[in-house]
């Protein structure tokens, strides 16, 4: 007998793949957890009935989010990231040697602990490394009450469902902004722009109100409702767009490298019109 897993990704609209086993299910305080191996992308975290990672395609997420907005920045040294309790962020922060602390504001213990243990490649940065703090915290809290410490922060978020509600909200982003030092960077996954055009409309919007730079970029996920995801990096100084390609180091990257850090903001007609007043 043939074993499927299908996300129901809108009302009218889903993604299937064959698996062969659950490894792991558990239902924390915040949200149901499971880890399945497939077929086709190896294990893979569900929170919820929504596909949060895999073994195969995870790099994408992991290097989009973290690699430009830290490249953008000429000296980050202090980086949050709310939310991304596999680790797959911090994993790649740690790779800038500027960077002297790399902070997880992680809600729910449950995620950390099921991706230390099924899969060791993505959480390797969580366990024993001198520059990384995990924080088991409400990240919207933990924001509130740190003020002009962080050069980057990353909001590593699921969808806008549950206790992910209030990562998507404008106080949120101003409580970032508060955050954040006088030349300090933000950026938020912002879901898909064939599912979510209305989401990416209105936080690109609440963000430009806030910070003098905003850019949307875009990136290629398969095992994400549509494939085609988005991202908004908001900049209190610094520019993605000038950056200096020649100064974008090799970091052993899949995904990201000094030509996708331009091309990812150049966007099609039917994204770019989301970023217009």
């Known amino acids: 007998m043939e074993l499927w897993y299908t996300e129901k990704q809108t009302e009218n609209h889903g993604i299937t793949t064959k698996i062969t086993e659950t490894l792991y299910s558990e239902k924390s305080e915040f949200q149901q957890i499971d880890v399945i191996n497939t077929k086709q992308f190896?294990?893979?975290?569900?929170?919820?009935g929504m596909v949060m990672t895999t073994d195969v395609d995870e790099f994408v997420y992991h290097e989009m989010i973290s690699h430009i907005a830290l490249n953008t920045h000429p000296n980050p040294k202090k980086v949050l990231v709310v939310g991304g309790g596999d680790g797959g962020a911090i994993r790649e922060i740690v790779k800038h040697a500027s960077v002297e602390k790399a902070v997880l504001a992680e809600i729910d213990g449950g995620v950390i602990e099921s991706c230390k243990k099924y899969f060791?490649?993505?959480?390797?940065?969580?366990?024993?490394?001198?520059?990384?703090d995990v924080q088991v915290i409400d990240g919207i809290k933990h924001i509130h009450d740190h003020k002009g410490e962080y050069d980057v922060i990353m909001v590593d978020s699921t969808e806008p469902v549950g206790p992910a509600v209030g990562l998507f909200e404008k106080g949120f982003y101003q409580g970032i902004h508060d955050a954040l030092k006088p030349d300090g960077i933000m950026v938020a996954q912002t879901e898909s722009p064939w599912f979510n055009r209305e989401l990416i409309k209105r936080v690109f919007k609440d963000l430009k109100s806030i910070f003098p730079v905003t850019r949307l970029y875009t990136c290629?996920?398969?095992?994400?409702?549509?494939?085609l995801w988005s991202f908004t990096i908001a900049s209190k100084q610094h520019d993605p767009l000038e950056v200096d390609p020649a100064k974008i180091k090799d970091l052993g990257t899949k995904y990201y490298n000094a030509e996708v850090h331009q091309a990812a903001f150049k966007l099609p007609n039917f994204v770019a019109e989301l970023t217009r007043d």
């Open 120 to 132: 060791p490649e993505i959480a390797s940065a969580l366990t024993g490394n001198p520059r990384v």
């Open 42 to 48: 190896g294990r893979m975290l569900v929170l919820d």
């Open 220 to 227: 290629s996920i398969p095992t994400y409702p549509s494939g």
